[in-house]
């Protein structure tokens, strides 16, 4: 139950990371082609992203991959071969 909880904890935070790059990502977009609020809206429509949908799925995966990823090697390195600050 431990590695689960484990495992998923770090796929929840890939996902969290992935959003929050995805966030620098489209406000640097943003900043940079000078977009104003009523073109924005007249563009995209309130609540839209300015990035692709390909591009945010993308993002998606690959923080939940990474997460996930990270939870194995991280489970590995801790509860199997025991390298981590306690024991040193």
Do not use: D
Not at 12 to 22: A, D, N, P, Q, R
Not at 25 to 54: M, Q, R
Not at 60 to 83: D, E, N
């Amino acid at each position: 139950m431990k590695k689960i909880f484990y495992i998923f904890s770090f796929t929840i935070l890939g996902i969290i990371f992935s959003f929050i790059v995805h966030a620098i990502i489209e406000y640097t977009y943003l900043s940079l082609t000078e977009v104003t609020e009523i073109h924005w809206y007249n563009s995209f429509g309130a609540g839209s992203c300015a990035l692709p949908a390909w591009l945010q799925l993308a993002l998606l995966v690959l923080g939940s991959a990474s997460g996930l990823i990270m939870g194995f090697w991280g489970w590995k390195i801790v509860y199997i071969q025991k390298r981590h600050w306690r024991n040193k």
